[in-house]
């Protein structure tokens, strides 16, 4: 990997955020950390290429830190983390430009596949 690629982590269960954190680190990704949305639209700059966050965090969660970051007509790929087993949840993210939704346990392998394919498509809305 030439240049390190930049991702945003916004998780609020630290136990959670720091597994998905090492994992991006053990695959070669640069990680910036927020524990909520009001956090992490402080940290948004050009230089993140792929964002993933969880949906049931406060004050500003999930989807509304999506709705923020599209209102400024940034196409970026994010991938959603989530335990919730809602089939709504499937038809908001998609609404959104969502480029997966992972389930908790994150599980490594799976993770990185997932942003290895984010990326790629983020490279093709650019």
């Keep these: 990997m030439p240049q390190t690629k ?22 070669g990704y640069e990680v910036v950390e ?3 949305g ?6 948004l700059t050009s230089q ?22 599209r209102g400024r007509d940034v196409k970026m790929p994010m991938i959603m983390v989530t335990g919730d087993q809602n089939p ?6 998609s609404k959104w430009n969502i480029s997966a939704v992972l389930m908790k346990p994150v599980h490594r392998d799976r993770l990185v596949k ?4 984010a990326l790629g498509q983020g490279e093709k809305l650019r």
């Design 6 to 27: 930049k991702i945003l982590v916004v998780e609020d269960n630290d136990f959670v955020r720091m597994q998905i954190v090492r994992y991006l680190n053990e695959a």
């Design 34 to 36: 927020a524990t909520d």
């Design 38 to 43: 009001s956090t992490a639209q402080g940290l």
């Design 48 to 69: 993140i290429c792929l964002i993933v966050l969880d949906i049931r965090m406060t004050p500003i969660d999930g989807f509304e830190f999506i709705k923020i970051v």
């Design 88 to 93: 709504d949840l499937l038809n908001e993210a």
């Design 114 to 117: 997932m942003v290895e394919r």
